[in-house]
């Protein structure tokens, strides 16, 4: 198979891989309790899994794209933290949803250290950004925190604000000192051009 035919596959299947993931959602809220929706949804989870697991190895061994290990890596772990939550974790997904949102800022994270050899902070803040946030909210979800969430939304939405605007002048400090864990002009240019467009260098020939 050809690059082209490669890119266009994996796009393929990571919309269908968002389809699954929608549809298995959509059992997860209003799943009736039946055994045969059960099964389907297994299915769904599979296939995903699958895809997750296609895409991981097409994009480090063809494509050597960020966005396709990323999403690779993220169908990969929701489907298996998902089929865990079927069939051996005794939590609900409306207890259990923010984990999905952490596994998300762990794959992010994972997939730049992996395309760049190191970790970049344009890859980490928005990382720890997401498990800082599920972790948080995964708190209120399983009830360890009792309090009301529009309450502390109300006391501690500012505090959670000021606590990124703190990280950002953070980062502006230690990029000055580290450039070599900032993304340079031409790694920013790549990921832009590259990951949104099918033009391959036989085109431009």
Not at 60 to 80: A, C, D, P, Y
């Amino acid at each position: 198979m050809s690059s082209r035919k490669w890119f266009r596959s994996v796009y393929i299947m990571i919309a269908a891989g968002i389809i699954l993931a929608v549809c298995c959602l959509f059992f997860a809220i209003f799943n009736p309790s039946s055994k045969k929706i059960d099964i389907l949804n297994l299915v769904f989870l599979s296939l995903q899994a699958l895809f997750g697991l296609i895409i991981i190895i097409a994009s480090e061994r063809i494509t050597h794209k960020f966005f396709h290990l990323f999403m690779g890596q993220v169908f990969l772990s929701w489907s298996i933290i998902s089929i865990l939550l079927a069939v051996a974790i005794p939590f609900t997904t409306k207890e259990f949803w923010p984990v999905y949102g952490i596994l998300a800022g762990i794959a992010l994270c994972v997939s730049g250290h992996l395309k760049y050899g190191s970790i970049k902070f344009g890859y980490l803040i928005p990382s720890v950004t997401l498990i800082g946030m599920g972790m948080w909210y995964l708190l209120f979800s399983m009830g360890i925190i009792r309090l009301s969430f529009r309450y502390v939304v109300m006391t501690l939405g500012p505090l959670f604000l000021i606590s990124i605007a703190l990280l950002l002048i953070i980062y502006y400090f230690v990029q000055q000192k580290h450039k070599e864990l900032v993304f340079s002009d031409e790694e920013i240019g790549v990921f832009s051009d590259e990951e949104a467009s099918f033009k391959f260098d036989s085109d431009e020939e």
